[in-house]
């Protein structure tokens, strides 16, 4: 091991670095109290049926937990049947997402994340997406291809947040990675702990409309456990 001090920065270095530091937070306190976009996806084969209707259910929590941290737009993405991904537009309010999902039936299929992750990488490039949150059990595609586009959202700011039903290894293994390359989190999903993963979401939200200040300022369990995972996968730290 070699265990040589690393050259400390040369003043010219150091007055670079500490000029982002002060833009990247300069850009986050805009934010906060901002809107934000998030992209609720969702594994819509037949397996999930009774995930989609428990997401259902959830979903007008993300609202009210983001409503204190400024304006949320929610888009709906899922994947069904022989090829199916469909992406709904922008929606402002519980009503109207539940009516999108209310309206959906699962179909048997193959998963299609890669869709999924490109569909991401499209919409932020024509308007910030803060947040990505994906529901599903299991990944039948390529985990080096799914690499690729994860990276290229976590070079761009968009963390992925996966919520995993079930125990399947190869899944969590994929699901994991996506995390870490994109600085988001993975978590089980439970649909004995409802009120713990309604939660979860509702931090997810929270962190889409205000960042980090606005997590840190609720303060909640949940809210700390966020800070706590996207911190550990190289996501901002708190000061």
């Not at 109207?96 to 499209?122: F, N, S």
């Not at 200040?213 to 456990?225: F, I, N, Q, S």
Request: aromatic content about 6%; hydrophobic content about 45%.
């Amino acid at each position: 091991m070699n265990d040589r001090q690393t050259p400390a920065p040369r003043p010219s270095e150091k007055s670079a670095v500490d000029a982002f530091v002060r833009q990247a937070r300069a850009l986050a306190e805009a934010k906060s109290g901002g809107g934000g976009r998030l992209i609720l996806a969702l594994d819509a084969t037949m397996s999930r049926q009774p995930t989609w209707d428990l997401a259902c259910e959830l979903q007008a929590d993300m609202f009210d937990a983001a409503a204190r941290s400024g304006k949320l737009e929610i888009q709906l993405v899922y994947f069904r049947g022989l090829g199916e991904c469909r992406a709904s537009r922008f929606v402002g309010g519980p009503a109207e997402l539940k009516a999108l999902m209310t309206g959906i039936d699962c179909r048997a299929g193959h998963t299609q994340i890669g869709k999924v992750l490109a569909h991401a990488l499209k919409e932020n490039a024509a308007g910030k997406v803060h947040a990505l949150v994906y529901i599903g059990d299991a990944m039948e595609e390529n985990i080096d291809d799914l690499a690729v586009q994860a990276g290229a959202l976590g070079l761009r700011g968009v963390p992925v947040f996966l919520f995993q039903e079930g125990r399947d290894s190869h899944a969590e293994t994929a699901f994991k990675e996506i995390a870490r390359l994109t600085k988001g989190a993975w978590f089980r999903f439970d649909r004995q702990a409802a009120a713990n993963l309604s939660r979860l979401l509702a931090a997810i939200a929270v962190f889409a409309t205000g960042g980090f200040k606005a997590l840190e300022k609720r303060g909640t369990a949940e809210d700390r456990l966020l800070i706590a995972n996207m911190s550990e996968r190289g996501g901002p730290k708190t000061p």
